[in-house]
């Protein structure tokens, strides 16, 4: 169960815009027939940041991990700018819906190695690795090229979460799924995300939306203007077929 | 041949087991508690071999039918299939058709081949069983090592490292780009066994059908030429084993909507 709160009119204006990404009435279901998420609906629509939140347990990282198609759902649909996405289509959705994971993963090698990844994958169809916009993503971060050159396994968890979201950035996608990116980060380092966050929205505020999960009210006042609670699933919602 | 294999009497198989048992004493006494198993095993290679040698000696006359033959190389297939998902530690639903189908395509595929092209057929028209189990065997018992050190190894891969697929996943890589690496390092552990042997064969040791043949008086060029196409008809079987069955494992674990069905994968 879900409640989405809507609460700005900023917000119902950019709601007038057609949404790009839909779920309606989501269900996922684990193995035992348990399940995780059920009746979840939401319009996400460029612009918008959302903020999920809701006592642990409840589905929000199932919930996230169905949205980019990373997990199947048993129950609703989902679409795509109003179409369902089909088999061959969902490599190059997932480079328009980036998710990311509360821990980041990383490859073995330099932040350079990591930044250029999604580059090397098919779906980046000729587009290349752009060092100057990764140079200057790093600047306002306070970097030099000395953390391009620096080992993965030498980062500090703050570090390597930025690493992650500068990677999922340049990916130039159309809205990001961040999954509590900073539960395990200190304050400075949280504050670096939010703004690295914060500026990329700001970059193309009409095409750009997040959602981004989280158990902090604080937090979400600085970077949600849209609200999706979620309940946990009740013993008569699970038998109620 | 030079002569006939002399026979060996049932005296001379009790000097060797003696050396066994000389082993089961130093267990005992340096408390290893590993002479149990030792007679186990070793009662067990007198049953099996015993069996075998009888089973093969009613398939080895002439005029055994080529079906029998047929027959008794699939249940040779069954079991290896089988036997290959006995020793992997990572499970999904699927396991034991996926080994057996990849058993049955490269072991009967590389003996086919070998009884068509590398060993002309008037060699063996007159009794097919002679030629076919024994190659049969030797590519089967190589094949199913590879399978299952594979499959064991994709499952292992894909465990450990389930952040880094996914994460290329959520970066737009197709299934096959998120698995590549898995698939890679499984099918080359399948590999390691074959490629080693095939490294030290003649230097270091002497294969047991090599030191076999030349126990039953069999001409040492001979005994190598035939040594040499076994190896590569079993690296060729094993490396399409396990190829196969890493293959069918990744389809089984990524379903065509580029998702990893983690779920599917479970320690034993």
Known sequence: MTIALNSSDENDDRMSHPPILQADNLGRCAADAHWLIRNVSLSVCRGQQWAVTGPTGCGKTVLLRTLAMLDQFDEGQLLWNGAEISNEKVPSFRRSVVYLHQRPALVSGSVEDNLRLPFQLAQADGVSFDHDAVMQSLQQLGRDTAFLKKSSDDLSGGEAQIVALLRAMHVDPAILLLDEPTAALDANATQAVESLVSRWLNDSPTTRATLWVTHDTSQLQRVADQVLAMESISETEQGDD | ?268
């Open chain 2, 1 to 268: 041949m030079i002569d006939g294999p002399a026979d060996l009497s049932y005296l001379n198989i009790l000097a060797a087991a003696c050396l066994i048992l000389a082993n089961g004493l130093i267990s005992l006494a340096l408390q290893l508690k590993l002479e149990r198993r030792l007679a186990i095993a070793s009662l067990r290679t007198i049953m099996q071999l015993l069996a075998i040698g009888y089973v093969l000696a009613w398939f080895f006359r002439p005029q055994t039918p080529w079906f029998a033959v047929a027959l008794l190389m699939l249940l040779m297939s069954l079991i290896a299939g089988v036997a290959a998902v006995r020793r992997v530690e990572w499970r999904y639903v699927g396991i034991w058709l996926n080994s057996i189908v990849a058993v049955l395509a490269s072991s009967w595929l590389v003996t086919t081949v070998a009884l068509t092209v590398v060993i002309p057929p008037a060699v063996w028209t007159n009794n097919i069983a002679q030629y076919a189990v024994p190659l049969m065997g030797m590519i089967l018992g190589n094949t199913l090592t590879g399978i299952s050190l594979g499959i064991d190894r994709l499952g292992e891969e894909l465990a450990g490292k389930r952040d880094r697929v996914e994460m290329l996943l959520t970066l737009g890589a197709t299934r096959w780009e998120a698995a590549r690496e898995p698939v890679r390092q499984a099918v080359r552990t399948g590999m390691i066994p074959i490629i080693n042997s095939m490294m030290v064969v003649g230097v270091v040791s002497l294969p047991g059908i090599m030191t076999g043949q030349l126990l039953s008086g069999a001409d040492p060029l001979i005994a190598v030429k035939y040594q040499i196409v076994i190896m590569f008809l079993i690296a060729a079987g094993t490396a399409l084993g396990t190829m196969t069955a890493v293959l069918l494992s990744y389809l089984r674990l990524f379903n065509r909507r580029h998702q990893f069905q983690h779920g599917k994968l479970s320690r034993r």
